[in-house]
């Protein structure tokens, strides 16, 4: 049986939460890691897994794999970086065989979920109103890749990992302890996910994020 984000004994009519797919996903790298998934299995699985709507389609799609440990998870508090109605809500960036790209003036919520397969995903930050002081980049890439530029005076941290594939994100910590943290998790399996700062841009207001 499946767990819930709290821990419990999930109900597969329940619906399912971000956190649920990623638990999912770790298990599907795991697996492909361990040779119990082909690349082909997994790509199609993970696809079904950030498809899923529900905890019980995410049981099915792992219900012949052994579990792994959850994955972290990141808890955000709410503070001065943004007001408006969208600063709880998730934002996610698909690209199959093709391409997608967030940049520019926008607002980043606390969490953006970037998946890429046989294409390509730019996420730019550097110009970007933060809603919460940390944010989280969850960056799938699968025989494609995801690039993601931030400004020189935040912070940038990194859980995520490479499976025949390359993971590569320049960590720093910012001198400020009150800038913005960029967090990015996630894997690459024959693929790439790179995050750098841009060199020469900076938040001019790091508690308002602009």
């Known amino acids: 049986m499946p767990l819930t984000e709290s821990g419990g004994p999930a109900d597969s009519a329940l619906r399912a939460s971000d956190a649920d797919r990623d638990r999912t996903a770790d298990v ?3 697996a492909l890691g361990e040779g ?5 299995e997994h790509s199609e699985r993970v696809g079904a897994a950030y498809e899923a709507r529900t905890v019980g389609e995410l049981e099915a799609v792992v219900a012949d794999l052994p579990r792994s440990p959850s994955a972290p998870r990141y808890e ?4 001065a970086y943004g007001s408006s109605p969208g600063a709880d809500a998730t934002e996610n960036l698909v690209a199959v065989f093709g391409g997608a790209t967030r940049k520019g003036r926008w607002r980043v919520p606390w969490r953006t979920n970037a998946f890429a397969l046989f294409g390509g995903i730019e996420i730019d ?3 970007a109103v933060f809603e919460r002081r940390e944010i989280v ?3 799938v890439a699968i025989f494609g890749g995801v ?3 931030v400004p020189e005076n935040v912070s940038l941290r990194s859980t995520g990992g490479g499976v025949f594939g ?5 960590t720093m910590e910012a001198r400020d302890p009150g800038a ?3 967090s990015v998790t996630g894997f690459a399996v024959f693929g790439g996910v790179e995050a750098r700062p841009r060199r020469g841009k900076r938040l001019k207001n790091l508690r308002a994020g602009g």
């Open 76 to 79: 955000t508090p709410a503070g």
């Open 137 to 139: 980049v969850n960056a």
């Open 166 to 170: 390359g993971f590569d994100v320049r």
């Open 125 to 127: 930050l550097t110009e």
């Open 180 to 182: 913005p943290v960029v």
């Open 28 to 30: 599907l790298r795991d």
């Open 36 to 40: 119990r998934l082909t690349p082909e």
């Open 147 to 149: 690039e993601i530029k």
